[in-house]
């Protein structure tokens, strides 16, 4: 099993910047793609950006140039770090770390499992 918890976030403002931390402890070789998503009032969860195991961040286009996302893999954990830069009001939202949890050789699409942290609320003032 995985253990998904993020930290960081808070109060920042329009222009500054803010960090999120996910730790996300189990098997690691099962943890084939790790992602940030945010969820505003009102609205639908969507994707921050993501990195598959081996691979390069991904971004939405709203985001790219000013967020960027890194990756650790450990024994038995891996990290997913978010740095957020130049931020907007508008990207006040309650930020959430996924897992998708694949332990097969093959990965396509839907094989694998969502794992959700609990959520970040992260407010950004003007």
């Known amino acids: 099993q995985v253990q998904v918890v993020e930290s960081g976030g808070g109060l920042g403002q329009a222009g500054g910047s803010l960090r999120l931390s996910c730790v996300a402890s189990?098997?690691?070789?099962?943890?084939?793609?790790m992602g940030w998503f945010r969820q505003s009032p009102g609205k639908e969860r969507e994707l921050v950006g993501h990195?598959?195991?081996?691979?390069?961040?991904?971004?939405t286009d709203s985001v790219k140039g000013r967020f960027t996302i890194s990756r650790e893999s450990g024994d038995d954990k891996n990290t997913l770090d978010l740095q957020m830069n130049n931020l907007k009001v508008e990207e006040t939202a309650v930020y959430f770390c996924?897992?998708?949890?694949?332990?097969?050789?093959?990965?396509?699409?839907?094989?694998?499992?969502?794992?959700w942290g609990k959520g970040i609320p992260v407010t950004v003032a003007s």
């Open positions: 996924q897992v998708v949890w694949f332990c097969g050789v093959v990965y396509s699409s839907g094989s694998g499992a969502d794992i």
């Open positions: 990195i598959v195991r081996g691979g390069s961040a991904v971004y």
């Open positions: 189990g098997v690691t070789r099962c943890m084939y793609d």
